[in-house]
């Protein structure tokens, strides 16, 4: 599936307008060479088809969630941030339910679930929950276990509550959802048996995601385990990242701007995080390629964007009305769009499922 090593010969002059440093880990190193470049193409080329420079992505997490949440209404009716998970399972079954998405994205919570074991009476952490669709799942299915799920964003925690109380009344005194920041929270060591982040780890600091994980690993009981659903970067992303000929040029171009529309510094990268995993001391640290399972979903993009993202956006008030808001959802689009591009590219960029034990006894390298 990977075309990286194709090059076209429409594009093939543009590297000399650009130049990535090769120790780059985050996009917003690039640099653009003089505008006095001698290189003719580059002086004649419109602004859209070079690599956008000294964009300085430093993404604001709270703005941008703010100012997108109904965009993720238009994705997904019971408010789910992420992307969905397919599970095969003949061919009958695949026609009558690839249209169907909201299921699949209920599907992924089922697998987090799955791979947590959740237990009657246990204790369990969101981070990074949104507007709690996956913790409404679990309070129905789950109604003897507790879930705690927090997010940087007041907003999301209120209406998560107050999605939760008209949904499940029952449930408000076993899930709760908290304003804290999953690197830095006020939870006591050892608090839950097991603590997941659904395409929230994305937006944490470091290749690696190492605070992350630190208080991920202190917050898990002996034996807790750690479910992660995120797309990583590959060794080969970091390798090519300085090179822009060819299809190079093109997916450097679509990662910039999937991380600018979507909030994200840079994409974990998928080595650093293993190693990560390691160093805290986590166990039983397995990698599912979840590329195929994610894929039906993601095929639903296109269609929302096109009718939601762009109905919404070209007939709203606001749309005219609010610069900063109008930015925001425009590179909203254009991340979603750039997402696909990226997508085709498995082998620098690919949907993992991550799980990772907490061993008995273990002391994390933080404490
Ligand atoms: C793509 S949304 C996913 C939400 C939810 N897990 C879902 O799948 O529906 C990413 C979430 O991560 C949260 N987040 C990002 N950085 C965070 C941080 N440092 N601490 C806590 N939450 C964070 C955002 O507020 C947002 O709720």
Known sequence: MNTASTSYDTIKHLPSIVTVPSNMTNLANITRVSHNSSNS??????????????????????????????????WSKSYHMHFGYFRFNGWGHFIKNIWRLEPQ????????????????????????????????????????????????????VQEAQSLLKAESPNSINKVDFKKMDYQDTAFADESFDGVYAMESACHGRGEGRGEFLAEAFRLLKPNGTLVVHDAFTSKLHK??????????????????????????????????????????????IHFKNAFWNVLPSALHMPRIILTYFLQKMLFSKDFYRNKGLRKQRINHCLGSFSAMIVAL??????????TARKGNNQKGISS
């Open 105 to 156: 994205l209920n599907q992924a919570s089922e697998e987090v679930f799955q791979k947590l074991a959740v237990k009657e009476g246990g204790h369990y952490l969101d981070m990074g929950c949104g507007y709690g669709a996956t913790a409404r799942l679990f309070a129905k299915q789950y109604p003897k276990s507790k879930l705690t799920g927090i997010s940087l964003v007041a907003s999301q």
């Open 41 to 74: 193409l580059s002086s004649s080329l419109p602004n859209s088809l070079s690599v956008p420079v000294n964009a300085n992505i430093q993404p604001d997490v709270i703005s941008y969630y703010s100012e997108t949440s109904e965009d993720y209404r238009g």
């Open 345 to 354: 590219h498995v082998r620098r960029f690919n949907y993992y499922v991550v």
């Open 239 to 284: 390798k090519e990242l300085h090179k822009t000929t060819g299809l190079n040029f093109i997916y450097n171009w679509a990662y910039h701007w999937l991380c600018k529309g979507w909030a994200v510094e840079d994409y974990i990268n998928k080595e650093a995080f293993e190693a990560e995993l390691v160093r805290q001391g986590f166990q039983e």
